[in-house]
């Protein structure tokens, strides 16, 4: 039994910063990724960002340089700081366990409740 515990959302003026957490707990060894997605209404769930074991990161172009992926082994637990937030960054954003090989992250199907994040501009 997999469990995906997400905390952090919230509403945040656009050029603000929240940080988001994950706590993973249960049959996560053979998984060796986590990630961050994001769902707004009538679009598609997309990766923001995901993280391999070992540390090695993988970004959407719409993210980077602005969102900062990073996990506690200890903990299990992932965290998306996220910066000079904008309003296209309101969502849903997902936790998920995964794996990641070359340049792409291959979500696992276990999922977070989500966390709601609002920019206002």
């Known amino acids: 039994q997999v469990q995906l515990v997400e905390s952090g959302g919230g509403l945040v003026q656009a050029g603000g910063s929240l940080r988001l957490s994950c706590a993973a707990s249960g049959s996560i060894p053979r998984f060796d990724a986590l990630g961050w997605y994001r769902q707004c209404p009538e679009k598609q769930r997309e990766l923001v960002a995901g993280?391999?074991?070992?540390?090695?990161?993988i970004y959407a172009d719409s993210v980077k340089g602005r969102f900062t992926i990073s996990r506690d082994n200890a903990k299990n637990t992932v965290y998306l700081q996220m910066n000079s937030l904008k309003p296209e960054d309101t969502a849903v954003y997902y936790c998920?366990?995964?794996?990641?090989?070359?340049?792409?992250?291959?979500?696992?199907?276990?999922w977070g409740q989500g966390t709601q994040v609002t920019v206002s501009s």
């Open positions: 998920n366990l995964g794996s990641y090989s070359g340049s792409y992250y291959y979500p696992a199907n276990f």
């Open positions: 993280i391999r074991r070992d540390g090695r990161t």
